[in-house]
């Protein structure tokens, strides 16, 4: 192991000691400070400021950035890279590599044989480095993310800019019968002091029917918005006009995707039901059962692209696109760089692609966070005259004079980009308690929780774990819900799901949409609120309340959670199910399976053959995104204040339906997660910029819906 002694004697000559002892005592990862050493391998003329800055972005990538913001490095290296005050002297040993003067940062690091900078005119061989972004605001990256952003951002652009004919009078006849009245304004997301005009003008749009005219006109359409604005249920209406619009001999073929399979269930779900009651609404005029049925099951985005086992690959590409005309894809905001990049690239130039997501929930586990970099504007609008032009003739929306953007040309896709502002189920004190943390208003939200716990929320502070164990055994006052609830269904299975399968599959849903109503969610995994050692001691608190039976690995009732993809099995990562006895056809009854739910389908695997899983009385946050609870238990845990940020707060609370509850390991955790809006470095906003919309021809697709 390298000592601070040895490292300080050879970091006049050298910072990969340094960068070593970094990765010994933590403050780096191990493969931060062995690509900076293969750099120096590739080329040993490699200035140091390189390999400190190639460590550096390593670090960066790790914690889902895309790239390295120069300028906050070289400024405030610690307080950027969320270092500890105890990892300064790791600093104070590579600070002397780097140049003193900001100005000579950039010149160092263009002298380097390893770095590309497609703003110079240096010519490309494939440098593993490239040095992009702006003079004011330089991005390093490592090639493959760059590229990735370079590639997405022309297909965004393209795809927004293909123009299909409109019969405008139509459109605007069908969108009437599709949609009631939008309900009188009162729009949730506009601060209080926004003024009179502001909210008027927000609540007078019928942003529903202008994101459904949006998706006729162009091959992409955004529509982002918080839980409850409608967004499923716009797509669904979307879909019978695509159907209303069509050519009569074309069938409608569409595609449901989201990033995990229960994401997905809950799309196809939502769908069915909104084509259901429209189906009812307008009667024979559309075949929207017909068109349900072609649909077919919703997908996760690694099934409908055909990932490769082994591999990051896909058996559809540019090359060998989908066959579809329209895809939906749900909670794109989970969606990360290198994913969102396959898909648009495996889109058929004639199709029609609908991202739908919350930009303000938690971003991507990997690198990027793409749909708040696509929704960055969206709250204000930028929409051309044009735009503006076409919204009254196409929707009867009239935008006012505030949404209109003042460049010329607008923002390009701004203009297929629409946020739907009006919660229509989300209310309440969680919708309140979601809204003021959305805008880091923590005196608020401290507020809300500090009422009676009998309104739907609450806080506690225990000093350590055993308060939260107790809640997730027997629930608190005003939040029922348990995991006793399951338990009990378990412990009282009817003597007919012995004996015929339709009894058994009856009751192993009733267990799994008991399950469902509570959830203990975390920011980590480690430490007394973690999820490891809440599984284990939830475990255990239920086993002395008589509730569960854990002599082995496997029994009945415990929950788990897939951490593995596996096509063979059919499970997903992320996938939770309930360890249950199998059914009565010709199994004996002692033997276990895992049990999963995706809307209305039962599926289950023998417990032998699922290896990657972890117990799931208690998951991260992230796992948890596409999933709603009846009562959600968010837990911060002390010491963690660099993971815990505004998104994860809004994403946590938005899990909840009736009831949530607040657990701070110690006080003042949510006022500085609430404090913490943590953005992840990306250019491809800069990327899109850079693009002049006058120089993308607008593609007419050969054929289209």
Not at 1 to 8: F, G, K, L, N, P
Not at 36 to 58: E, G, K, N, R
Not at 271 to 297: E, F, N, P, V
Not at 548 to 563: A, C, I, K, N
Request: aromatic share 6%; net charge neutral; charged share 15%.
């Amino acid at each position: 192991m390298v000592t601070a002694i040895d490292a300080a004697a050879e970091a006049v000559f050298d910072p990969l000691p340094v960068l070593r002892m970094g990765s010994e005592t933590g403050w780096l990862r191990r493969l931060d400070s062995a690509l900076a050493a293969m750099m120096h391998q590739i080329d040993p003329a490699a200035s140091p400021l390189l390999l400190v800055c190639t460590a550096f972005l390593a670090h960066m990538e790790g914690r889902g950035h895309t790239c390295l913001p120069l300028r906050p490095l070289a400024l405030d290296a610690m307080g950027f890279l969320g270092l500890p005050p105890a990892a300064q002297p790791l600093w104070d040993l590579l600070r002397p590599h780097c140049p003193a003067q900001w100005s000579d940062w950039l010149t160092d690091l263009r002298a380097n044989a390893l770095v590309y900078s497609p703003t110079r005119s240096v010519m490309d061989k494939a440098q593993p480095i490239v040095l992009s972004g702006t003079d004011d605001e330089p991005l390093l990256y490592l090639r493959r993310y760059w590229q990735h952003e370079q590639s997405l951002a022309a297909s965004l652009i393209n795809r927004a800019q293909m123009a299909w004919p409109v019969d405008e009078a139509l459109a605007c006849q069908w969108l009437d019968r599709l949609f009631d009245p939008p309900d009188p304004p009162d729009p949730p997301d506009t601060p209080a002091d926004a003024g009179t005009d502001a909210k008027t003008e927000t609540g007078a749009v019928h942003w529903q029917k202008l994101a459904c005219a949006s998706a006729l006109r162009a091959g992409l359409t955004i529509i982002t918005g918080g839980p409850g604005t409608g967004k499923t249920y716009t797509a669904a209406r979307l879909l019978a006009l695509l159907l209303a619009m069509q050519t009569p001999d074309q069938p409608l073929r569409v595609a449901l995707a989201a990033p995990t399979g229960r994401a997905a269930a809950r799309l196809r779900q939502s769908i069915d039901a909104s084509l259901g009651d429209l189906g009812q609404r307008l009667g024979t005029q559309l075949d929207l059962a017909g068109l349900a049925r072609r649909i077919g099951a919703a997908k996760t985005l690694h099934a409908l692209l055909g990932s490769r086992p082994g591999t990051r690959q896909f058996a559809f590409t540019a090359e060998h696109p989908l066959d579809l005309d329209v895809l939906i894809v749900d909670e794109a905001s989970m969606i990360h760089l290198e994913m969102m990049r396959a898909l648009l690239d495996a889109m058929p130039a004639g199709a029609r692609l609908i991202l739908l997501g919350d930009k303000d929930q938690l971003a991507s586990v990997e690198a990027g966070a793409v749909m708040g970099d696509l929704c960055s504007t969206a709250q204000a609008g930028l929409y051309s005259p044009q735009t503006a032009r076409y919204a009254l003739a196409a929707a009867g929306q009239t935008l006012p004079s505030s949404w209109i953007s003042p460049q010329t040309p607008a923002p390009a896709l701004a203009q297929q980009t629409v946020m739907l502002r009006q919660s229509h189920r989300f209310g309440g004190r969680i919708g309140q308690l979601a809204l003021a943390a959305n805008r880091g208003d923590s005196d608020q939200a401290l507020k809300l929780l500090g009422h009676d716990p009998s309104q739907g929320v609450c806080a506690m502070c225990p000093s350590d774990s055993h308060p939260l164990v107790y809640l997730a055994v027997y629930g608190r006052t005003g939040a029922a819900a348990c995991y006793a609830d399951y338990l009990r269904l378990i412990a009282h299975r009817p003597s007919d799901a012995l004996r015929w399968p339709d009894a058994h599959t009856a009751w192993v849903k009733q267990v799994l949409q008991a399950f469902d109503r509570f959830r203990i969610l975390c920011a980590i995994h480690e430490g007394d609120f973690g999820t490891a050692n809440l599984n284990l001691a939830i475990e255990q608190a239920l086993a002395n309340a008589g509730l569960l039976r854990p002599t082995s690995e496997w029994y009945s009732g415990r929950p788990v959670m897939v951490t593995q993809n596996n096509p063979v099995l059919g499970v997903l990562n992320g996938d939770v199910g309930i360890t249950l006895p199998a059914g009565p056809a010709g199994v004996r009854p002692t033997d276990l399976r895992v049990y999963f739910l995706d809307g209305d389908s039962l599926r289950s695997v023998r417990v032998s053959r699922l290896a990657q899983v972890q117990t799931a009385f208690a998951m991260t946050v992230h796992k948890a995104q596409g999933s709603e609870f009846l009562h959600t238990v968010l837990v911060l845990p002390p010491g963690g204040t660099q993971v815990l940020t505004r998104a994860l707060v809004y994403t946590g609370i938005t899990r909840a339906q009736k009831q949530f509850t607040l657990v701070e390991g110690q006080r003042g955790l949510l006022r500085a997660a609430l404090e913490h809006p943590a953005q992840r470095a990306s250019g491809l906003n800069v990327a899109l910029d850079r693009i002049n919309p006058s120089r993308i021809n607008a593609q007419k697709p050969a054929s289209g819906p």
